[in-house]
Protein backbone atom coordinates (compact mmCIF):
# COMPACT_ATOMS: atom_id res chain seq x y z
CA UNK A 1 0.00 0.00 0.00
CA UNK A 2 1.37 3.52 -1.05
CA UNK A 3 0.73 5.99 1.62
CA UNK A 4 0.47 9.97 0.50
CA UNK A 5 1.73 12.49 2.63
CA UNK A 6 -1.38 15.00 3.20
CA UNK A 7 0.19 17.90 3.92
CA UNK A 8 2.35 17.63 0.63
CA UNK A 9 -1.07 16.97 -1.42
CA UNK A 10 -2.86 20.21 0.05
CA UNK A 11 0.38 22.33 -0.28
CA UNK A 12 0.11 21.31 -4.26
CA UNK A 13 -4.09 22.04 -4.03
CA UNK A 14 -3.00 25.72 -2.57
CA UNK A 15 -0.37 26.27 -5.05
CA UNK A 16 -2.50 25.89 -7.90
CA UNK A 17 -5.24 27.95 -6.27
CA UNK A 18 -3.02 30.89 -5.92
CA UNK A 19 -1.50 30.61 -9.41
CA UNK A 20 -5.00 30.22 -10.89
CA UNK A 21 -6.03 33.33 -8.91
CA UNK A 22 -2.65 35.43 -9.70
CA UNK A 23 -3.57 34.64 -13.39
CA UNK A 24 -7.17 35.81 -13.44
CA UNK A 25 -6.20 38.88 -11.68
CA UNK A 26 -3.64 39.61 -14.20
CA UNK A 27 -5.46 38.75 -17.75
CA UNK A 28 -7.48 41.74 -17.91
CA UNK A 29 -4.70 44.13 -16.94
CA UNK A 30 -3.06 42.90 -19.83
CA UNK A 31 -6.18 43.50 -22.34
CA UNK A 32 -6.22 39.88 -22.83
CA UNK A 33 -9.36 39.53 -21.81
CA UNK A 34 -12.34 41.48 -19.85
CA UNK A 35 -11.75 44.32 -22.46
CA UNK A 36 -14.36 45.24 -24.83
CA UNK A 37 -13.80 47.46 -28.36
CA UNK A 38 -15.19 50.71 -26.52
CA UNK A 39 -16.39 53.01 -29.66
CA UNK A 40 -14.42 56.71 -29.14
CA UNK A 41 -15.42 59.36 -27.07
CA UNK A 42 -17.89 61.76 -28.95
CA UNK A 43 -16.00 64.67 -29.60
CA UNK A 44 -18.02 67.96 -28.40
CA UNK A 45 -20.14 69.88 -30.70
CA UNK A 46 -19.63 73.19 -29.18
CA UNK A 47 -15.91 73.15 -29.54
CA UNK A 48 -15.72 71.57 -32.67
CA UNK A 49 -18.14 73.89 -34.33
CA UNK A 50 -16.52 76.82 -32.57
CA UNK A 51 -12.65 75.52 -33.97
CA UNK A 52 -14.11 74.73 -36.99
CA UNK A 53 -15.24 78.61 -37.66
CA UNK A 54 -11.73 80.01 -36.25
CA UNK A 55 -9.06 77.75 -37.86
CA UNK A 56 -9.00 77.36 -41.84
CA UNK A 57 -6.88 74.46 -41.45
CA UNK A 58 -8.76 72.57 -39.33
CA UNK A 59 -12.18 73.06 -41.44
CA UNK A 60 -10.82 71.88 -44.07
CA UNK A 61 -9.26 68.85 -42.47
CA UNK A 62 -12.66 68.15 -41.59
CA UNK A 63 -14.47 67.94 -44.69
CA UNK A 64 -13.96 65.03 -47.55
CA UNK A 65 -14.13 66.50 -50.69
CA UNK A 66 -15.74 66.24 -53.28
CA UNK A 67 -18.36 67.16 -50.71
CA UNK A 68 -22.43 66.05 -51.53
CA UNK A 69 -24.18 69.43 -52.54
CA UNK A 70 -22.47 72.15 -54.23
CA UNK A 71 -23.07 75.49 -55.52
CA UNK A 72 -25.96 75.88 -57.44
CA UNK A 73 -26.15 79.88 -59.57
CA UNK A 74 -28.50 81.44 -62.19
CA UNK A 75 -25.02 80.39 -64.46
CA UNK A 76 -24.67 76.66 -63.61
CA UNK A 77 -23.67 74.47 -60.46
CA UNK A 78 -20.27 73.72 -59.17
CA UNK A 79 -19.38 70.67 -56.61
CA UNK A 80 -17.17 71.88 -53.25
CA UNK A 81 -13.22 71.25 -54.25
CA UNK A 82 -10.69 72.37 -52.00
CA UNK A 83 -10.03 75.21 -54.35
CA UNK A 84 -13.14 76.52 -54.64
CA UNK A 85 -14.18 76.08 -50.45
CA UNK A 86 -15.56 79.34 -49.07
CA UNK A 87 -14.00 79.25 -45.52
CA UNK A 88 -17.32 79.50 -42.74
CA UNK A 89 -16.24 81.97 -40.18
CA UNK A 90 -19.56 83.22 -38.78
CA UNK A 91 -20.98 80.10 -36.58
CA UNK A 92 -25.08 80.00 -37.40
CA UNK A 93 -26.14 81.09 -34.24
CA UNK A 94 -23.87 84.20 -34.57
CA UNK A 95 -26.13 85.59 -37.52
CA UNK A 96 -28.64 88.33 -36.05
CA UNK A 97 -29.00 90.10 -39.42
CA UNK A 98 -32.77 90.40 -39.85
CA UNK A 99 -32.86 90.08 -43.32
CA UNK A 100 -32.14 86.14 -42.53
CA UNK A 101 -33.63 83.79 -41.38
CA UNK A 102 -31.92 80.92 -39.51
CA UNK A 103 -32.69 77.72 -38.68
CA UNK A 104 -30.69 74.57 -37.00
CA UNK A 105 -31.21 71.76 -35.68
CA UNK A 106 -29.01 69.05 -32.91
CA UNK A 107 -29.45 65.38 -32.75
CA UNK A 108 -26.62 62.94 -31.15
CA UNK A 109 -25.26 62.75 -34.35
CA UNK A 110 -26.06 65.35 -36.62
CA UNK A 111 -26.60 69.25 -36.84
CA UNK A 112 -28.28 70.64 -39.78
CA UNK A 113 -28.34 74.43 -39.91
CA UNK A 114 -30.25 76.22 -42.90
CA UNK A 115 -29.77 79.86 -43.40
CA UNK A 116 -32.06 81.77 -46.72
CA UNK A 117 -33.88 85.26 -47.45
CA UNK A 118 -37.28 85.19 -47.82
CA UNK A 119 -38.63 85.27 -51.81
CA UNK A 120 -35.07 85.76 -52.81
CA UNK A 121 -33.70 82.94 -54.43
CA UNK A 122 -30.90 82.35 -52.01
CA UNK A 123 -30.41 79.38 -49.42
CA UNK A 124 -27.86 77.89 -47.82
CA UNK A 125 -27.82 74.29 -45.85
CA UNK A 126 -24.85 72.50 -44.29
CA UNK A 127 -24.89 68.92 -42.61
CA UNK A 128 -22.77 67.91 -40.28
CA UNK A 129 -22.41 64.51 -38.34
CA UNK A 130 -20.56 62.50 -35.89
CA UNK A 131 -18.47 59.70 -37.75
CA UNK A 132 -16.05 57.63 -35.52
CA UNK A 133 -16.52 59.98 -32.48
CA UNK A 134 -15.81 63.12 -34.78
CA UNK A 135 -17.64 65.96 -35.99
CA UNK A 136 -17.42 66.03 -39.84
CA UNK A 137 -19.15 68.25 -42.66
CA UNK A 138 -20.97 66.15 -44.92
CA UNK A 139 -23.39 68.33 -46.89
CA UNK A 140 -23.15 72.08 -48.23
CA UNK A 141 -25.46 73.69 -50.34
CA UNK A 142 -25.15 77.76 -51.62
CA UNK A 143 -28.03 78.61 -53.83
CA UNK A 144 -28.02 81.85 -55.31
CA UNK A 145 -30.87 81.70 -58.18
Known amino acids: ?14 FICILLLSIITLLPSCGLIGKADKPPAAEDFDLFYLRFHND ?3 QLSRID ?6 LV ?5 E ?3 PENWPIMKVPVWDINDPEYSVDYKQTEVEFIQRIWIENSGFISEYRFRLIDGKWMLVYALEQNL
Open 1 to 14: MIFKNPTSSLSNVL
Open 56 to 58: PDF
Open 65 to 70: FPLEGG
Open 73 to 77: QSHGE
Open 79 to 81: LWT
